[in-house]
């Protein structure tokens, strides 16, 4: 099986610049990158021209919620895998508050199974760091690694007990697997959905503070330096949160951390209002202080990634009311287009940075054999259209949820063929 892209343009980070390339594909692996004045000698092979388009590695999301098993009204490994798929996205790691939670080998098997099945793109499994992640006891981690688990996290809720925390970071490491930590203290929030700050004051609601995350960053970045464990910081979301893991880098622990696009656009300012639920989502929009917090972070390499938290919910649960709507939005469809728009094509970044953050450095970060475009590396491979501005349409997503703040909005950069080991698994 032969495969070629010719013509596209792939960044150099040497030059700064985009260059046209050709790269040839064999039996799902790159087998050479080529100057884009050398003639491509394609003979028999499938060919794609990518003339005019940006040929990047498939983007990498390390933090998904595909919802199966167990909530496939909201969306399940089919749809949640061609929704990665059309956002680019080429391997996702989904977290385990499934129902039932994944917290056992047999369950951690069955997304595998069913990935290998009927996914289009590479599944990761977290695997629960306590059973149903309820924070009293935890889970079997030898036997969840075993069955592929590749990090322990209970994402949906934080670790409440700083002894069970420790005691998970101390058997993680021991087998040198990550932490992934939800940081959110219950007892700083208690039953509020905003932020504290502008919003929540204007509409008189209980808001949540700023150091219901940090304190749990501060606790766990003190308990990764005990314990020497990898330990990596969920959907960063605020000033003080980035100001200790910056400290702990500084010192050295083993810290590493994600910001997800929509705490990088939106503050609680942006909120329109008390009757879309689609503007909550956990944690909260912050201040644009904290917004302006995270950008730097991801700017200066406090924090490592960006990931998307799709966070897939019902159109009929998103109706409920704002108070009781489940948090969450979804993300695949729009986290590139939303980053090149708002900051590459405004001159913030460079195409270079923004693709960095979304490839190379969770590779780097999670020891995964893909994020570059090299000789010998999977195929893996997004090819996009950086010209075209189309408004963000839910009602053509892939996944069978649209929750998101941003329909209507008006951006570039739409993915349109993504490759998976050589296997083209999206096309517009
Ligand atoms: N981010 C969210 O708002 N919701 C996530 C849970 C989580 O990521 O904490 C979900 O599972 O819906
Ligand atoms: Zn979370
Ligand atoms: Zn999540």
């Given at each position: 099986?032969s495969?070629w892209?010719i013509?596209?343009?792939v960044?150099?980070e040497t030059?700064g610049n985009?260059?046209?390339?050709h790269i040839?594909?064999?039996?799902?692996?790159?087998?050479?990158v080529?100057?884009?004045?050398?003639?491509?000698?394609?003979g028999?092979?499938?060919?794609i021209?990518?003339?005019?388009?940006l040929?990047?590695?498939g983007?990498?999301?390390?933090?998904?919620?595909?919802r199966?098993?167990?909530?496939e009204?909201k969306?399940?490994?089919?749809?949640?895998?061609?929704?990665?798929a059309?956002?680019?996205?080429?391997?996702i790691a989904?977290m385990?508050?499934?129902?039932?939670?994944?917290?056992?080998?047999?369950?951690v098997?069955?997304?595998?199974s069913?990935?290998?099945?009927?996914?289009?793109v590479?599944v990761?499994?977290?695997?629960s760091?306590t059973?149903?992640?309820?924070?009293?006891?935890?889970?079997?981690?030898?036997?969840l690694?075993?069955a592929?688990?590749?990090g322990f996290?209970d994402?949906?809720?934080?670790?409440?007990?700083?002894q069970m925390?420790?005691?998970?970071?101390?058997?993680?490491?021991?087998?040198?697997?990550?932490?992934?930590?939800h940081?959110e203290d219950?007892t700083?929030?208690?039953?509020?959905?905003?932020?504290?700050?502008?919003f929540?004051?204007?509409?008189g609601?209980?808001?949540?503070p700023?150091?219901s995350e940090a304190?749990h960053v501060?606790?766990?970045?003190?308990?990764?330096?005990?314990?020497?464990?990898?330990?990596?910081?969920c959907?960063?979301s605020?000033e003080q949160s980035v100001?200790l893991?910056?400290?702990?880098k500084?010192?050295?622990?083993?810290?590493?951390?994600?910001?997800?696009p929509?705490?990088?656009?939106?503050?609680d300012?942006?909120?329109?209002g008390?009757?879309?639920?689609?503007w909550?989502?956990?944690?909260?929009l912050?201040t644009?202080?904290?917004?302006?917090?995270?950008?730097?972070?991801?700017?200066d390499?406090?924090?490592?990634?960006?990931?998307?938290?799709?966070?897939?919910?019902s159109a009929?649960?998103?109706a409920?009311?704002?108070?009781?709507?489940?948090f969450?939005?979804?993300g695949?469809?729009?986290?590139?287009?939303?980053?090149?728009?708002?900051?590459?094509?405004t001159?913030?970044?460079t195409l270079?940075?923004l693709?960095?953050?979304?490839?190379?450095?969770?590779?780097?970060?999670?020891?995964?054999?893909?994020?570059?475009?090299?000789?010998?590396?999977p195929?893996d491979?997004t090819?996009?259209d950086?010209?075209n501005?189309?408004?963000?349409?839910p009602?053509?997503f892939a996944?069978?949820?649209n929750?998101?703040?941003?329909g209507?909005?008006?951006?570039?950069g739409?993915p349109?063929?993504?490759?998976?080991d050589?296997?083209?698994?999206?096309s517009?």
């Amino acid at each position: 099986m032969s495969l070629w892209i010719i013509n596209g343009n792939v960044w150099n980070e040497t030059s700064g610049n985009l260059e046209s390339k050709h790269i040839r594909i064999e039996n799902g692996v790159i087998e050479a990158v080529l100057d884009g004045s050398q003639t491509a000698d394609t003979g028999s092979a499938e060919v794609i021209d990518a003339q005019g388009k940006l040929v990047s590695p498939g983007f990498i999301d390390m933090h998904v919620h595909l919802r199966d098993p167990g909530f496939e009204y909201k969306e399940d490994i089919a749809t949640g895998t061609r929704s990665a798929a059309k956002g680019g996205f080429t391997t996702i790691a989904c977290m385990p508050n499934t129902r039932p939670v994944t917290d056992t080998a047999e369950t951690v098997r069955y997304i595998k199974s069913k990935a290998e099945q009927v996914g289009v793109v590479k599944v990761l499994p977290y695997a629960s760091i306590t059973k149903n992640e309820l924070g009293r006891e935890l889970t079997d981690f030898a036997s969840l690694k075993e069955a592929g688990a590749i990090g322990f996290t209970d994402d949906g809720v934080g670790v409440q007990n700083a002894q069970m925390m420790k005691n998970a970071m101390a058997l993680a490491q021991s087998m040198d697997m990550p932490i992934i930590a939800h940081c959110e203290d219950d007892t700083l929030v208690e039953g509020a959905w905003a932020s504290e700050g502008a919003f929540s004051r204007k509409h008189g609601l209980k808001g949540i503070p700023n150091e219901s995350e940090a304190i749990h960053v501060g606790r766990d970045v003190l308990l990764a330096e005990a314990t020497g464990v990898h330990y990596h910081v969920c959907h960063v979301s605020t000033e003080q949160s980035v100001r200790l893991i910056r400290l702990a880098k500084q010192i050295g622990v083993r810290v590493t951390a994600e910001v997800c696009p929509h705490h990088l656009l939106l503050s609680d300012e942006d909120i329109p209002g008390l009757d879309d639920a689609n503007w909550k989502m956990n944690p909260p929009l912050r201040t644009p202080r904290d917004v302006q917090a995270v950008i730097e972070a991801l700017e200066d390499g406090t924090i490592d990634m960006v990931v998307t938290d799709h966070a897939p919910h019902s159109a009929e649960e998103k109706a409920r009311g704002v108070q009781l709507a489940p948090f969450g939005i979804v993300g695949f469809e729009t986290a590139f287009p939303l980053l090149y728009t708002k900051f590459v094509r405004t001159g913030k970044w460079t195409l270079g940075f923004l693709l960095q953050r979304m490839t190379a450095d969770p590779a780097r970060v999670f020891r995964l054999p893909t994020g570059r475009l090299e000789q010998g590396a999977p195929a893996d491979i997004t090819i996009v259209d950086l010209a075209n501005e189309r408004a963000v349409d839910p009602s053509t997503f892939a996944s069978k949820s649209n929750n998101t703040p941003f329909g209507g909005w008006k951006l570039s950069g739409w993915p349109v063929t993504t490759i998976v080991d050589g296997a083209i698994v999206w096309s517009e």
